[in-house]
């Protein structure tokens, strides 16, 4: 199968950074990384997931138009770990992040039926 371990989250005043990790591991996503598209995605209370960032298997990545400019997804394919920069933080970014990954289905990449395996989260708070 497919195991997404997240890391990074915590709390940081606006106009922080953080970076977030996620470990991708599993005999699935061993045999087919080469063919998976990766994602951040996150959730506030309330809240529908929003896709964040998806670097596809062509290794183009795409953003919501909210973190354009401000997020940077990068995927470290030896060490099998997506990463998500995140700098010029707003309190509006507060939510919990969870990484996706699954066989690339569109070059859309955003939308949160496009993939089967999910991490467990991890919090990011932004205090204004």
């Known amino acids: 199968q497919v195991q997404l371990v997240e890391s990074g989250g915590g709390s940081v005043q606006a106009g922080g950074s953080l970076r977030l990790s996620c470990a991708a591991s599993?005999?699935?996503?061993?045999?087919?990384?080469?063919?998976?598209?990766m994602a951040w995605f996150r959730q506030a209370p309330g809240e529908e997931r929003e896709g964040v960032a998806a670097?596809?298997?062509?290794?183009?990545?795409k953003y919501a138009d909210s973190v354009k400019g401000r997020f940077t997804i990068s995927k470290d394919n030896a060490a099998n770990t997506l990463y998500l920069q995140m700098n010029s933080l707003k309190p509006e970014d507060t939510a919990m992040y969870y990484c996706?990954?699954?066989?690339?289905?569109?070059?859309?990449?955003?939308?949160?039926?496009?993939?089967?395996?999910w991490g467990q989260g991890t919090q990011v708070t932004v205090s204004s």
């Open positions: 996706a990954a699954d066989f690339c289905r569109s070059d859309y990449a955003l939308g949160h039926y496009e993939y089967n395996y």
């Open positions: 599993g005999y699935r996503y061993t045999l087919w990384r080469d063919s998976y598209c």
């Open positions: 670097i596809h298997s062509s290794s183009s990545t």
